[in-house]
T-cell receptor
Framework: GAVVSQHPSRVICKSGTSVKIECRSLDFQATTMFWYRQFPKQSLMLMATSNEGSKATYEQGVEKDKFLINHASLTLSTLTVTSAHPEDSSFYIC?????????????FGPGTRLLVL | SQQGEEDPQALSIQEGENATMNCSYKTSINNLQWYRQNSGRGLVHLILIRSNEREKHSGRLRVTLDTSKKSSSLLITASRAADTASYFCATDDHSWGKLQFGAGTQVVVTP
């Protein structure tokens, strides 16, 4: 099956620093990727839709200047949490749709656990 | 925002028993999907059911969809300890593939 990777798998940073998370589709091309956030014992909340070659689309209540998304190639999307604060600590998960295959199915990455001290 | 609600929130059963969880949603959908998540891990796609389908099977999984009631159910038959995980439903409501997830059901299967 299709594989999506995320890097890093976990990161600890100081308050005020910026953190970049990468999401890669390893064996397929993805014109569209999605970024989710999941707080402990809660469900996934969609943050934004990342489109290759164009601006990301953010969900209501998600600050685009706080969560910068770059989808520079068909296999890579990055999420940068700028000036991270403790309340940004969460589990960030990306997913990707295969541009060639059945686009109903999304393939999820293993997630990145962010802890801001 | 979350589309769906799931019940129960938590389910504890013994190996060999069946586990049933339900998902309700609010808007019209293109399809509904069920995912599984082991603690602290990513999501694994289990099954997708389209809006014009009523029932679907995959191994020990059986999913039903009632669009008139805007609800779906996931049945896991002959459960195993390895089925212990959180299960989420997610709806694709024609919005360019964006998924809205339910709150999830935490299933614990004891040997």
């Amino acid at each position: 099956g299709a594989v999506v990777s995320q890097h890093p798998s976990r990161v600890i940073c100081k308050s005020g620093t910026s953190v970049k998370i990468e999401c890669r589709s390893l064996d397929f091309q993805a014109t569209t990727m999605f970024w989710y956030r999941q707080f402990p014992k809660q469900s996934l909340m969609l943050m934004a839709t990342s489109n290759e070659g164009s601006k990301a689309t953010y969900e209501q209540g998600v600050e685009k200047d706080k969560f910068l998304i770059n989808h520079a190639s068909l296999t890579l999307s990055t999420l940068t949490v700028t000036s991270a604060h403790p309340e940004d600590s969460s589990f960030y998960i990306c997913s990707a749709r295969d541009s060639e295959g059945a686009q109903e199915t999304q393939y999820f990455g293993p997630g990145t656990r962010l802890l801001v001290l | 925002s979350q589309q769906g609600e799931e019940d129960p929130q938590a389910l504890s059963i013994q190996e060999g028993e069946n586990a049933t969880m339900n998902c309700s949603y609010k808007t019209s959908i293109n399809n509904l999907q069920w995912y599984r998540q082991n603690s602290g891990r990513g999501l694994v796609h289990l099954i997708l059911i389209r809006s014009n389908e009523r029932e679907k099977h995959s191994g020990r999984l059986r999913v039903t969809l009632d669009t008139s009631k805007k609800s779906s159910s996931l049945l896991i038959t002959a459960s195993r300890a390895a089925d212990t995980a959180s299960y989420f439903c997610a709806t694709d409501d024609h919005s360019w593939g964006k998924l809205q997830f339910g709150a999830g059901t935490q299933v614990v299967v004891t040997p």
